[in-house]
């Protein structure tokens, strides 16, 4: 289903977009790491963002995906 696919989508490029920056995929190293995280930026299509918001927000994708909610269940 391609509801299941975009949750996993959101939820694997979090994953690893964290993984990248904090080299740990555990929520209390992740978590004592943000405050060095605040000023660091992506470019997306040449517009900046906020990493933190970028990381969150592909969770949540990945959360609202993989549960089928928010406009993206059947």
């Known amino acids: 289903m391609v509801i299941n696919r975009i949750g ?15 080299k740990s995929t555990d929520f209390s190293t992740i978590f004592s790491l943000i405050p060095f995280f605040l000023s660091d930026y992506i470019l997306i299509l040449n517009f900046k ?4 918001f970028v ?6 994708i990945g959360c609202i995906g993989k549960s089928a909610q928010l406009g993206l269940h059947t």
């Open 8 to 22: 996993d989508l959101g939820l694997a490029l979090g994953i690893i977009l964290l993984y990248t920056k904090c």
């Open 49 to 52: 963002f906020n990493f933190i």
């Open 55 to 60: 990381a969150s927000f592909l969770l949540f």
